[in-house]
C-alpha cells in the first residue's frame, strides 16, 4: 500500500511526531537545552517508537532535533545530586536501555538526521540507528568522560565495532568533538550533507525507504544486527532462514515481476 502524502502533526510538548505518506518523522523537541533528555522525553519517544511499530502505514521512521542541535544527552538538571545514594543504572535500566532494545527491534528503517551537536546519549541514539546521515555543521561528543562516566546507551557497543577500538577508545577517554565529516570519514555515519540541503536528503531519503519491500528492511535490520554475535556457519543458517521466509512475501513477487517487465516495482510492504 502506497499511503497518500498527508501531513498532520501531534503533540506539541518534547517529542513533535509528524506523519507524511509512510514516513514518521520523530523531533526531539526541547531546543533551548539542545533537546536534552528528560522524563518525559523518554515518555514520549517511546510512545512515538510504539506507533511506528503498531501501525503498518508507518514504513520508515526519522528521528531529528529541533533548533541548533540534535540532543545533549540525559538533562543533567534532572540528577540529584544531593541524594544519599546514586543509582544510575536503575535509570538505564528503566528508560535508556529499553528505548535502545526497541529502536534495534523495530521491523522498520530508522534514519537518524542528526542536525546538530549529538552528545553523551544523544550521540549514542544516533549510532543505535540504522541509518545515520548528519548535517555538515554537526558534531558527535561521548560527552561522559567530561561528568566523571562511561559511555552508555549502546556506545561500548556501536563504537568500537564502527571505528574500531582505538578511535573508539580516543573518543570516549577524551570527550573530544568529531566532526560530521570525520564521523563519516569513520565509518560512524553513513553521509554528511551541506547543512541547506540536509534535511531535504533525509526527507528524500526517508521516503524511497518508506516505498520500499518493508519487510525485507526489517529482515536486513535483523540480520546485520545478529552478525556481531554469530559466527559465520550461524549467519549462512539466519540468511537461509530469513530469505525462506521473505520469499513467500508479495513484494518478492513483485520485485521480480517489475524487473522482468522493467517497471519500478510497487512494494506494498508485505
Ligand atoms: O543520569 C543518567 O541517567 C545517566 C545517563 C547518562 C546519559 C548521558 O547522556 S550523560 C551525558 C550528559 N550530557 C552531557 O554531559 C552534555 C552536556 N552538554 C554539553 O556538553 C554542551 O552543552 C554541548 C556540547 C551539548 C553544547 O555546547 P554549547 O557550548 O554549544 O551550548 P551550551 O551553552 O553548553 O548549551 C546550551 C544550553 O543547553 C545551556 O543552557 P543555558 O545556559 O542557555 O540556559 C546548557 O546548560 C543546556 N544544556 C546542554 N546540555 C544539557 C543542557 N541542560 C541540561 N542537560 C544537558 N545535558
Known sequence: MRAVATREETAVTEVLTTREGGVLTITLNRPEVFNALNAATHKALNAALEEARSDDAVRA??????????????????????????????????????????????EKPIVCAVNGVAAGAGANFALACDLVIAARSASFIQA?????????CGGSFFLPRLAGTQRAMALAMTGDRLSAEDAERWGLIWKCFDDPVFMSEAEKISRALASGPTRSLGLIKKAMYASAGNTLAAQLDLERDLQREIGRGKDYREGVAA????????????
Open 61 to 106: 521512521v526519522v528521528l531529528t532535533g529541533a533548533g541548533r542541535g540534535f540532543c545533549a544527552g540525559q538533562d543533567l538538571t534532572e540528577r540529584d545530586m544531593n541524594a544519599k545514594d546514586i543509582d544510575l543504572g536503575g535509570g538505564l535500566d528503566a528508560r535508556y536501555n529499553p528505548l535502545i532494545r526497541r529502536m534495534r527491534a523495530l
Open 259 to 270: 524487473f522482468l517487465e522493467k517497471r519500478k516495482p510497487n512494494f506494498t510492504g508485505t
Open 144 to 152: 561522559f568522560v567530561k561528568i566523571g562516566l562511561v559511555p552508555d
